[in-house]
C-alpha cells in the first residue's frame, strides 16, 4: 500500500495520500516544482499492480452503489501533455467499471457546430447523469491551455469584441461558475493534471516511433507542442491555480511512472466517492411486504 490511510467510512474526509497530490484551493500552485516524479517511499512495480488489481475491483463496487444511491453523477477530467498517458490510465483504472455505468468522451478541437456556441456547450452536453462517472480526456480546459498558447484559435470562436485581453480571466470565472454550479446540484467534480516531465514524453515519443505497433499513435504535430512547452507549463499553473476549488479539486499527479500514477488516480477516485457517504436506499415497510411476498411466490412453485 502507498503509504497514508483510506477514509473508509469517513464522510467528507480526505485521507493523508488524497492531500498529498491536493493542489491547493488559495492559488499557492507552482507547476516548476510539482515533482513528475513519484515520491521515493513507494512499493515496487509489482506491488502497485497488485493493489491497483483491488482497486479496479473497489472502484466498480463504489459505482454500483453510486447507482443505487441515485443522487450523485461522478465527473473526472484528464489534462496533460502529450504522451503523458491520459488514454492508457483511464483504461487501466476504469476496466473494471460497468460500462452501463461509466461514459469516456474525449475533445479534440472543436467542429463548427461546436464554435457557433459557447465554448462550454459541448462539455455541457456530455455530462453524467446521476448514478454514473464521466471521464472527460481533454475538456473545457483546452480553452485555456491550447487556446491560450495558440491565441489565433480563438478567430475561428469569432467572440464578440475584438480585444483579447480579459478573455482568460473571464474563462476563469465561467469555469469556476459552472463547476460550482454542478457541484451544488450533485455532480462531484474530480480533476487529474498528470504531470509528466519533458524528459519523459521524449523517450515516449521516441518509443512511438521506433516500435511498430505504437507508431500509430505518434503526429509530427505533437513536436509542435513540445516546442512550446514552457508556454503550456505556464497556462498549465494559471489553470491549477485559477480553477482547483473546494467543489472542484485537482490533483497533481506525477505521470513519470505509470503504476504509480494509474495506483494514485484509482484512489483518488475511491476516497472521493467514499467522501460521499453512499447508500444503498432503506426499503420501506411496503417494500419489505413485497420483497417477502416475491419469495413466497417462488418458494411456493
Ligand atoms: P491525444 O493527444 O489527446 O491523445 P489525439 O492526438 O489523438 O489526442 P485528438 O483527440 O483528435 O488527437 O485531439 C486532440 C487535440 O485537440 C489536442 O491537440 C488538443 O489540444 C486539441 N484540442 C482539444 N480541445 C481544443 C480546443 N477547444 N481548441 C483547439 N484545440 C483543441
Not at 13 to 18: E, Q, V, Y
Not at 48 to 57: A, K, S, T, Y
Request: a neutral charge.
Amino acid at each position: 500500500m502507498i503509504s497514508g490511510k483510506t477514509c473508509t467510512n469517513m464522510p467528507n474526509r480526505r485521507s493523508d495520500f488524497h492531500d498529498r497530490h491536493l493542489v491547493p484551493f488559495d492559488g499557492d500552485f507552482s507547476v516548476r516544482t510539482a515533482s513528475a516524479k513519484p515520491p521515493k517511499d513507494i512499493p515496487s512495480k509489482a506491488e502497485l499492480e497488485r493493489e491497483l488489481g483491488d482497486l479496479v475491483g473497489e472502484l466498480d463496487k463504489m459505482q454500483q452503489l453510486l447507482f443505487a444511491d441515485g443522487r450523485f453523477a461522478v465527473l473526472s477530467v484528464f489534462q496533460g501533455m502529450d504522451a503523458a498517458g491520459k488514454d492508457s490510465t483511464i483504461r487501466k483504472v476504469f476496466s473494471g467499471v460497468n460500462p452501463a455505468g461509466f461514459r469516456v468522451n474525449a475533445f479534440g478541437r472543436p467542429s463548427e457546430l461546436e464554435l457557433r456556441h459557447d465554448f462550454l456547450w459541448r462539455c455541457q452536453q456530455r455530462l453524467p447523469e446521476r448514478g454514473k462517472i464521466g471521464v472527460f480526456i481533454r475538456s473545457h480546459y483546452e480553452e485555456v491551455l491550447v487556446v491560450r498558447v495558440h491565441p489565433e484559435l480563438l478567430d475561428a470562436q469569432r467572440l464578440p469584441g475584438a480585444d483579447h485581453a480579459r478573455t482568460w480571466e473571464r474563462r476563469f470565472d465561467s469555469i469556476r461558475d459552472f463547476e460550482h454550479h454542478l457541484a451544488r446540484n450533485g455532480t462531484v467534480v474530480v480533476k487529474f493534471w498528470l504531470n509528466v516531465s519533458r524528459e519523459e514524453q521524449k523517450k515516449r515519443f521516441l518509443d512511438r516511433i521506433e516500435q511498430p505497433h505504437r507508431n500509430w499513435k505518434f503526429r509530427l504535430g505533437d513536436l509542435d507542442d513540445r516546442d512550446r512547452w514552457d508556454d503550456f507549463q505556464d497556462a498549465y499553473q494559471e489553470m491549477l491555480r485559477e480553477t482547483s476549488r473546494k467543489w472542484a479539486p485537482w490533483h497533481a499527479i506525477p505521470a513519470d511512472d505509470k503504476a504509480y500514477m494509474r495506483v494514485a488516480v484509482a484512489r483518488v477516485m475511491i476516497e472521493t466517492m467514499k467522501g460521499l457517504d453512499l447508500r444503498f436506499p432503506e426499503m420501506s415497510a411496503d417494500q419489505r411486504r413485497e420483497l417477502q411476498e416475491g419469495r413466497r411466490r417462488l418458494m411456493e412453485e
